[in-house]
């Protein structure tokens, strides 16, 4: 399976946008890239995905390279609620979903 | 919003116990989850299931795990000799679909302590 590289942790003042990097440098054509966050003490929550394109919703937004190797997860304005693990994960042809350790964004007030 | 639901919220059960996590995924969706977290490491894929039959399962899913659906609501894992080792969190996921670009809806977790 493709892997993919996040830094351990970022920090972010309050209100300010954040930019949360990941590397997949082996991806393949098929695999769609998927953001998904984990709040303390709660289960994961999913934040967006994308392929080829940049996407937004209204959580984020996903910027992807144009050779697809690396992607950016945009938090537009950071609130305090935001603070979280953040998992970069390539999803292949199958439904189950590989976590790694994600990066864990600390948010200053 | 509709949520994907899990009881008990923590279960403590002395070694050797069997134990039943229940789920209530989202009424409409067809693939279920079961993942589990040791505390302070990543999240672990266990099984998927769909139609009534596991779709994939991880090594950590051995002969002690198993899950059913016994009715159209519930989706439940059931450990029939808990170990120390198996204390963690449990979080139940559904999705609508199983394929890579569905996302999945996780539930808020059981922790389940072995004594």
């Known amino acids: 399976d493709a892997k993919t590289t996040q830094p351990n942790s970022m920090e972010s003042n309050e209100e300010e946008p954040v930019h949360l990097p990941c590397n997949h440098s082996?991806?393949?054509?098929?695999?769609?890239i998927h953001w998904y966050r984990q709040l303390p003490s709660q289960g994961p929550e999913y934040v967006i995905h994308g392929l080829t394109s940049n996407v937004n919703n209204r959580m984020a937004s996903l910027a992807i390279a144009e050779d697809r190797k690396s992607s950016t997860l945009i938090l537009h304005r950071a609130t305090l609620r935001d603070a979280a693990v953040y998992y970069c994960i390539l999803r292949v042809r199958d439904d189950k979903i590989i976590f790694g350790k994600g990066t864990r964004l600390h948010i200053l007030p | 919003e509709p949520e994907v639901t899990q009881t008990p919220s923590h279960q403590v059960t002395q070694m050797g116990q069997e134990v039943i996590l229940r789920c209530v995924p989202i009424s409409n969706h067809l693939y279920f989850y079961w993942y589990r977290q040791i505390l302070g490491q990543k999240v672990e894929f266990l099984v998927s299931?769909?139609?009534?039959?596991?779709?994939?399962k991880s090594e950590i899913f051995d002969d002690q795990f198993s899950v059913e659906r016994p009715d159209g609501s519930n989706f439940t894992l059931k450990i029939r000799s808990t170990k120390l080792e198996d204390s963690a969190m449990y979080f139940c996921a559904s999705s609508v679909v199983g394929d890579s670009y569905n996302e999945q809806f996780f539930g808020p977790g059981t922790r389940l302590t072995v004594l």
């Open positions: 082996t991806i393949s054509g098929t695999d769609y």
């Open positions: 299931f769909y139609n009534n039959e596991i779709s994939e």
